[in-house]
């Protein structure tokens, strides 16, 4: 899942895109209304996490626009604009949740991981694939109680195939969404993940549930 | 308050009302006393007609009937007077002071949280009317109070919750981290030694403004000469830092401006400090003053950026920032013009400004001297 994080309060956006960042996401920062929606434009965002005092563009035309392109991107705002006519608003304008400044982390992760979870095919909290059951909540996935061991990395690629569980993915696809921008991969390192993620299921004692699809990608 | 014209007045009403009414049981007093005695006379020759009494008897007699008959009828106006003055200055009483009534009414629904209300009296441009009016002030200016104390806490609020939350994510990322790094701890303490110092600095601007608003009966008699002398000498260095020549021009001699010397230096250091932050590389800042009727105006003349008309009237406006990013880079919390505003007017003067974008900007700020 690949997130952007506008905030042009930089140590706040730092920390919390390190943060994320340990929770498998792949994420990138940008700090003004201008070159968020330059990014938007570039990159295939899964959620934005959208301040709403910007430099140069303001959050809620950010929100807007996003809207009339007809973009359907998680939007979480986060905001120190309290009122309730603010929240009323940035919903409004098409904002998926609202959380105020200051926050709890962990509830900022709850609640971007529900928007995900609302956009995505599986509306559950823990995915399950066959006998594999992958937990979002502690980055690993279980074959009939038996632990995989994923890295942080092989995780977020398990999870976005779950969330699109019968549909073919391209390893460009995969890059776009798991990496961040500047990861610089190539596909060869989902090759790398892909195989490494295949060996580590079959050692819990499952079955190779990733099929390749030759030429297209891969499929759950 | 506009004069009312005096035969509108509850004052005039009453005096009409009890002047009429007095003249009228006078008559009937007087009336009704004469009556009685013409009936003593009509009646006395049938009474002595075959009297063989002497005359003088007789006119002893008729001088007791007489007396009789005043006494009997005084006595019976006086009880009617009592009932007709009781019963009827009752009702007048309470004729006129309805209105007093209504009003009490009409106030007592007002509460204090509810202080939208007005009591809005709607009748003769009369004492009652101006009593209803000037409490219908009054309560303006209480919620204007109100209404400015809440969007002060407001706005404070709303700046602190962002340095609240930088520190507060930034230490709840790290304690996600399992063996965090000393170099991890070290950030951590830069990030919230920053915040810490961002919050100061606005809870002590807080403050000041807050203090500027409250009523000051410690204004003393200041020179304008030493003390513009004292503030820009104490920019000097921050100046030469920024590559700035700042200079004081020329100030009027003998000069006293009436006033309090702290939060007037907090005033005039709050526009040489802006004329610092947001002025170009070996750029000037010039200050002057000069007399203009009964003011002073001191001036703080930059060649920075300047401000977008647009934006000129809000500037001194809290919390306003022409462009946020930069101001914040710059350490600006949106305040330094509001309370440069507030003391101006605090000290029945004010502030303006003049400026073109790329050129530079002068603030005046004009203060009434002694």
Not at chain 1, 93 to 109: I, M, Q, R, S
Not at chain 2, 130 to 144: I, K, P, Q, S, Y
Not at chain 2, 307 to 324: A, L
Request: charged fraction near 25%.
């Amino acid at each position: 899942m690949r997130i952007l994080i506008v905030e042009d309060e930089k140590d706040l956006a730092r920390a919390v895109a390190k943060g994320l960042g340990k929770q498998g996401y792949a994420v990138d920062v940008c700090f003004d209304g201008e070159e968020s929606l330059f990014m938007l434009d570039v990159n295939q965002y899964d959620l934005v996490i959208l301040d709403l005092n910007l430099p140069k563009v303001d959050g809620m035309d950010v929100c807007r626009r996003i809207r009339l392109a007809n973009d359907s991107t998680g939007i979480l705002m986060l905001t120190a604009r309290s009122g309730a006519d603010d929240r009323v608003k940035g919903l409004e304008e098409g904002a998926d949740d609202y959380l105020v400044k200051p926050f709890y982390f962990p509830e900022l992760l709850a609640r971007l991981r529900a928007i995900l979870r609302r956009k995505g095919e599986q509306r559950y909290a823990i995915l399950r694939s066959g006998d594999l059951v992958v937990d979002p909540n502690n980055l690993n996935g279980y074959f009939k109680d038996v632990a995989v061991g994923f890295t942080v990395k092989e995780f977020a690629i398990v999870e976005y195939l779950m969330r699109n569980a019968g549909r073919i993915v391209s390893q460009e696809e995969l890059l776009e969404h798991v990496w961040s921008e500047d990861a610089n991969s190539l596909t060869q390192a989902v090759k790398v993940h892909i195989k490494n993620i295949r060996k580590k299921l079959l050692d819990a004692g499952g079955e190779n549930i990733i099929t390749t699809v030759k030429g297209k990608g891969y499929m759950l | 308050m506009k004069q009312t014209a005096f035969y509108n007045t509850i004052g005039f009403k009453l005096t009409i009302w009890y002047t009429v009414l007095l003249v009228l049981f006078g008559v009937l007093i007087i009336a009704s006393i004469n009556l009685a005695m013409w009936q003593v006379r009509v009646d006395l020759p049938r009474r002595f007609i075959d009297s063989n009494q002497p005359p003088l008897e007789v006119a002893r007699l008729a001088a007791d009937r007489y007396v009789q008959q005043l006494r009997r009828y005084s006595l019976l106006n006086l009880g009617g007077l009592v009932i007709v003055g009781g019963v009827g200055g009752y009702f007048l009483s309470r004729q006129m002071l309805k209105p007093v009534d209504r009003v009490t009414m009409l106030a007592r629904n007002i509460s204090t949280s509810n202080l939208k209300g007005r009591i809005a009296y709607q009748g003769p441009d009369d004492e009652m009317k101006r009593l209803a009016d000037t409490f219908d002030e009054m309560l303006g200016r209480l919620e204007d109070a109100f209404e400015c104390q809440n969007q002060f806490i407001q706005d404070a609020s709303h700046e602190l919750r962002t340095p609240i939350a930088i520190a507060r994510t930034n230490i709840e990322v790290l304690e996600m981290e399992e063996k965090p790094t000393i170099k991890e701890y070290k950030n951590l303490v830069e990030v919230l030694k920053l915040s810490i110092e961002r919050m100061s600095k606005l809870s002590e601007k807080l403050l000041v403004l807050s203090k500027a608003e409250r009523e000051s009966d410690e204004y003393s008699d200041i020179d304008a000469a030493s003390f513009l002398g004292e503030v820009v000498t104490e920019f000097g260095t921050l100046a030469n830092n920024n590559d700035l020549s700042l200079r004081l021009l020329e100030v009027p001699k003998g000069v006293n401006i009436k006033g309090d010397a702290f939060s007037l230096k907090q005033a005039v250091s709050n526009l040489i400090d802006n004329a610092i932050r947001y002025n170009r590389a070996g750029g000037e800042i010039c200050v002057s003053a000069e007399l203009a009727g009964p003011h002073l105006v001191i001036r703080v003349a930059d060649t920075g950026i300047g401000i977008p008309e647009k934006d000129q009237q809000r500037i001194f406006e809290r919390f306003y920032r022409v462009d946020k990013s930069r101001s914040r880079l710059q350490g600006g919390s949106g305040l330094g013009l509001a309370m440069v505003k507030k003391i101006a007017e605090h000290h029945g003067g004010r502030v303006s400004v003049e400026s073109s974008p790329g050129e530079g900007s002068v603030f005046s700020l004009f203060l009434p001297v002694r």
